[in-house]
């Protein structure tokens, strides 16, 4: 399985004329196998112990190059941190709001709304995303915790 996803995004390249060097197909392996959403940060440390010689600026560069070419998306839920998600398809966001964890929900598991034309007005639209905020099942255990003691 990742061993052909790691041949679509060769590909990918290709197309977009990116070459295709063993640190990036690194970050991107690391990308697909993460699906918390990580920042820049996340995947440095990930990664970092494998593959000293790969720098914070070279994975923070390597993710904005991936995003503009479309290969991963930002989602920035809360705050002002920047997370990669390799999910490109569009899909929900169940958020927490303490932690920060973001877990997918499937585009199919909510029913699709309705978007009033005169909302899109003469934009274009594209997709949208719904993102549901939450207290997450360990920040609620950590709190149950704190005030027992
Ligand atoms: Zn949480
Ligand atoms: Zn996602």
């Known amino acids: 399985m990742v061993q052909k ?3 679509d995004f060769i590909e990918k390249c290709k197309k977009e004329k990116l070459s295709v060097t063993p640190q990036r197909i690194i970050i991107y392996k690391e990308l697909l196998g993460n699906r918390n959403h990580p920042s820049p940060e996340d995947v440095y440390n ?7 010689t790969i720098s914070f600026a070279t994975v923070y560069n ?9 290969f991963i998306k930002k ?8 997370r990669y998600d ?7 966001h169940l958020v927490c709001v303490k932690c920060g964890k ?8 909510i029913k699709s709304i309705e978007i009033p034309k005169e909302i899109i007005g003469n934009n274009l639209f594209i997709d949208y995303t719904i993102r549901i905020n939450m207290v997450c099942s ?5 709190e149950n915790n704190n005030n027992t003691n």
């Open 62 to 70: 390597t993710l904005e190059t991936f995003e503009k070419h479309g």
């Open 86 to 92: 390799p999910v490109t398809e569009p899909h929900h």
């Open 75 to 82: 989602v920035t839920p809360l705050h002002n941190k920047v």
């Open 46 to 52: 990930a990664i970092k112990e494998e593959n000293p």
């Open 138 to 142: 360990d920040c609620l255990k950590k």
């Open 5 to 7: 996803e790691i041949q």
């Open 102 to 109: 973001i877990v997918d929900i499937e585009a199919n598991k």
